[in-house]
């Protein structure tokens, strides 16, 4: 307490004059417009500036919460596609899961009705190879959300790969970065529609090839590669790559293999989203039938 009275004697004076100034600048300020317009003028643009610096910071703070709300959201606007149903006559299926379409006059009747084919479900990338022959990526999600083997994976950008285990919270993906000539995807081009395969036969983790393309197919660099959706594991027109060039098989034959530029970043997976085919079983059931009928 002394030592407090002896700084506030010896800097009395000082702190007279630091009063006596903040009321100087008060009465200046209120009793002058102009002074009193600058002075407004200055305190909001720097507050303007920390509440700016503040904002940034706490974002940062947040941005695995944004991050998340956008990985569903870009869930449930996938489940809205018009690739995720299958188009059918309204009078030969109910479901109740359906999208419909209307007629565009006042009736506004019902004249057919979409049935939903896939269903995307989000997860969280927790393990990722990209440099071994074959690559594994695992993700937070398993039979406890209804993860299945044989499930397509997409990522933001494109394919990823394919369910291959499962446990209760977890799920191990067969990644598009694995060699092997029993693993491809099905794909077309976009410009002219031409089949082929896709496959990667290692090397560098953003290029594959896409096989068995004919020459005679007009090619156009850049021309986007995607899923046919012949397969039973993804949707169509969902993007594997892109164009890069023609690698040569052989002279004599009639196709030549691509090689493309991926369109998945598999250095930076971070969130990723499962198809589940909810008419899969039923496409299977019914073709396998088909085939044991033709054996006989």
């Known amino acids: ?13 000082f702190f007279l004059f630091l009063l006596l100034e903040v009321i100087c600048l008060v009465l200046v300020f209120q009793n002058n417009d102009f ?3 600058a002075y407004l003028n200055s305190a909001n643009n720097i507050s303007a500036r920390l509440y700016e610096r503040y904002n940034n910071v706490e974002y940062y703070f947040h941005l695995k919460a944004t991050n998340d709300s956008l990985v569903k959201e870009n869930a449930r606007l996938h489940n809205m596609l018009r690739t995720s149903f299958d188009t059918v006559i309204l009078d030969n299926i109910v479901k109740n899961d359906t999208m419909r379409q209307y007629s565009t006059d006042t009736a506004r009747k019902v ?13 969280k990338v927790v393990n990722n190879s990209v440099t071994n022959p074959i690559n594994y990526i695992t993700i937070h999600r398993g039979s406890a959300d209804g993860i299945r083997p044989n499930m397509g994976v997409v990522g933001p950008s494109g394919v990823v790969g394919i369910v291959r285990s499962v446990n209760e919270h977890y799920a191990v993906v067969l990644s598009l970065l694995s060699k092997g000539r029993n693993f491809g995807t099905s794909a077309r081009l976009s410009h002219s529609k031409e089949m082929g395969m896709v496959r990667w036969h290692g090397g560098e983790a953003g290029y594959a090839t ?7 197919v007009h090619l156009v660099k850049g021309d986007t590669v995607v899923t046919s959706g012949y397969s039973a594991f993804f949707p169509e027109n969902i993007p594997i790559g892109y164009v890069e060039s ?24 971070q969130y990723v989203y499962v198809i589940d085919n909810l008419l899969q079983d039923e496409q299977k059931s019914l073709e396998d039938s088909t085939y044991k009928l033709i054996k006989q």
């Open 1 to 13: 307490m002394r030592n407090l009275i002896i700084f506030l004697r010896r800097y009395f004076n």
């Open 246 to 269: 023609t690698e040569e098989v052989d002279k004599a034959s009639t196709s030549f293999n691509i090689r493309i530029r991926l369109a998945t970043n598999f250095y930076n997976l």
């Open 111 to 123: 004249i057919s009705t979409s049935v939903r084919r896939y269903l995307y479900k989000a997860a």
């Open 35 to 37: 002074q009193k317009t």
């Open 210 to 216: 896409m096989e068995d393309v004919p020459k005679s």
